[in-house]
């Protein structure tokens, strides 16, 4: 657990923002925090990391690039290493389920409001 | 509808061909059978007349050659009978050749020459009567035969049988040029049935199936996305609500450790998120009111009517910070669906105040109304805010729409809406890049149908 210290959040919701950071703050008090609104802003910034982060909280449905194009489009270009992908939706839907199983980073799905216990024991090394 | 009165056009023409072709076949056929048993009686008949000519001979043989009273008469009755037959069938093959020789048909008119097969068996026939009249006495002397037997036998023996024979074997060759006419015109009349089912297949039915085929396609298209639709609606329903209860969750534990103030702001987010949620609804009621409206068109005040509007937008937050101008140069009053106008300038409007860019010195928005050349009524809502990035541009007035993560949360449906009320009226929505912001041009019929507008296909 103690080995987050370093997280991005994508997502467009100003409160499930909000929520999450409060969430993370609680569990890893001490963790670097980056925030995108949407998946573009997800990829700028990691084009500019130097150090990437253990996990991502990935929202999906987002304007411009949502959860899955991120996805699509970071497997495709970078050639380093894929952090821990946590995604975020507000209804549990087997299709997108299904899209997101397709990326071995991702290894979670969590339905919102996201909670403390989703945050928990999480496995932070791919 | 229309689909449907062209299904039925289509397949009425096509049931009328083919009972055509069939009604056609019918009265061909009876003409020809008519035809076949006319002329299978005349075989007959002539048949029976070369038959009749040697019974005729026969019958004079004996009769010359008996001296019994009994066998006498029995043989003069016989004779009696076929002569009266033989004059019978005579007559009536007379009456068919002269109708055939008034057509000019061969060989007819040769039969009834003098000389002829006719006047032949007139003669025979007569020669037949005088030995009957010389027989009547009831007991004529045995070889003392009356001059007119030997003629007769000499015919029959002669070449009137041959010349009968010909007229059977005449009849027997046209039976038999027309039932293989009759073939011919059979198989001419297949095959032009076959293509005729052919062309009706392919002119027809052909296309009747790609019209029911497209109709299904676009049903189920119209079905997928409206699926579609319903799922995307109930997820955005259900994310504003996902938000508050977060949020609730995240207030209790701030009162519950005495930080009214974080509370505080904690709630105002949850205010935000219900509003967001009370815009998507707002928004989904004025689709619904769109869809079902049946609204007829009015003259109205345009500059009056745009007043309104801008004064329904001025709660959007940073309303004040953005100038709104207005240009209406009509050359004659709008006449408009006022409702479906208003509501689609003002998702325009306040989309132009949400998007606008606040870095700039006066962030402006215009509303232009004029007559085009063609006498529409275009009004451009044009503003010098963030634009519309270039890969967007193209499913702009789709449904769920948001191209300004972080700006602004709206629900993605206002453009559809605006473009869904500028069908509804009979026009169109049109989005141009400007150097430095976004025009939309709404352009609307001069005289709109009056009829209110019913749901199209692709609506």
């Not at chain 1, 949407?38 to 999906?60: H, K, S, V």
């Not at chain 2, 040697?54 to 066998?71: G, V």
């Not at chain 2, 032949?120 to 007119?148: F, T």
């Not at chain 2, 989904?284 to 509007?309: I, M, Q, Y």
């Amino acid at each position: 657990m103690d080995a987050l210290t370093k997280l991005l959040i994508v997502e467009d919701s100003e409160a499930d923002q909000f929520i999450a950071v409060r969430r993370v703050r609680r569990l890893y008090p001490d963790a670097e925090i980056l925030l995108a609104a949407d998946g573009q802003e997800a990829i700028e910034i990691l084009g500019t990391c130097r150090r990437l982060p253990d996990l991502i909280l990935l929202d999906i449905n987002m304007p411009r690039m949502d959860g899955h194009e991120f996805l699509e489009h970071y497997y495709r270009n970078t050639s380093r290493e894929i952090p821990v992908v946590l995604m975020l939706t507000s209804s549990d839907q087997s299709e997108d389920r299904d899209k997101a199983a397709r990326f071995d980073c991702v290894r979670k799905y969590i339905v919102k409001p996201i909670d403390e216990k989703d945050l928990r024991g999480l496995p932070i090394a791919v | 509808m229309t689909t449907r009165s062209a299904l039925t056009a289509r397949y009425g023409v096509a049931l009328s061909l083919l009972v055509c072709a069939l009604l056609l076949h019918y009265g061909l056929s009876t003409q020809r059978i008519a035809e076949v048993s006319d002329d299978g009686r005349l075989i007959n008949l002539s048949g029976i007349q070369r038959m009749l000519s040697q019974r005729t001979a026969l019958l004079s043989l004996e009769l010359d050659s008996t001296t019994d009273p009994a066998t006498l008469a029995s043989r003069r009755r016989a004779l009696e009978r076929t002569l009266d037959r033989f004059e019978t069938i005579r007559a009536e093959l007379s009456n068919g050749w002269r109708d055939r020789a008034a057509n000019g048909e061969l060989p007819y008119a040769a039969y009834l020459a003098p000389g002829g097969i006719d006047e032949q068996v007139s003669d025979y026939i007569a020669l037949g009567e005088r030995l009957l009249e010389h027989h009547r006495s009831d007991a004529p002397s045995p070889g003392n035969a009356d001059a007119s037997l030997h003629p007769l036998l000499a015919q029959a023996n002669g070449a009137l049988p041959d010349r009968l024979d010909a007229v059977v074997t005449a009849y027997q060759r046209e039976f038999e040029a027309k039932v293989a006419h009759a073939a011919r015109l059979e198989l001419l009349l297949l095959v032009l049935g076959l293509m005729l089912i052919g062309l009706v297949g392919l002119l027809i039915f052909r296309p009747m199936a790609s019209t029911i085929v497209s109709s299904v396609e676009s049903l189920e298209r119209a079905n997928a996305e409206l699926r579609a639709f319903g799922f995307r609606i109930a997820h955005d329903l259900r994310s504003p609500v996902c938000s508050s209860l977060g949020l609730i969750e995240i207030a209790r534990e701030s009162l519950r450790s005495g930080d009214v103030e974080d509370a505080m702001e904690v709630v105002d987010m949850i205010g935000t998120a219900m509003t967001r949620l009370d815009d998507l609804i707002d928004e989904l009621l004025a689709l619904e009111r769109t869809r079902r409206s049946d609204e007829v068109p009015e003259t109205v005040e345009l500059p009056t009517l745009v007043d309104k509007v801008i004064e329904s937008i001025a709660f959007v937050p940073r309303f004040e910070r953005v100038a709104i101008r207005t240009t209406v140069e009509l050359d004659s009053p709008a006449y408009v669906r006022p409702v479906l106008l208003r509501q689609a300038l003002r998702s325009l409007l306040s989309n132009a105040i949400k998007y606008a860019d606040f870095n700039k010195r006066v962030p402006l928005v215009e509303i232009a109304a004029e007559h085009d050349d063609h006498g529409h009524l275009r009004i451009a809502v044009s503003d010098n805010g963030l634009g519309i990035p270039e890969p967007a541009r193209g499913e702009l007035f789709g449904t769920f729409k948001r191209f300004h993560p972080g700006i602004s949360t709206g629900s993605g449906m206002g453009l559809y809406l605006v473009d869904c009320s500028a069908r509804k009226m009979g026009g169109t929505i049109a989005y141009e890049p400007l150097p430095d912001g976004s025009r939309f041009i709404l352009t609307l019929p001069k005289t709109p149908d009056p009829t209110p507008w019913t749901l199209s296909p692709s609506y």
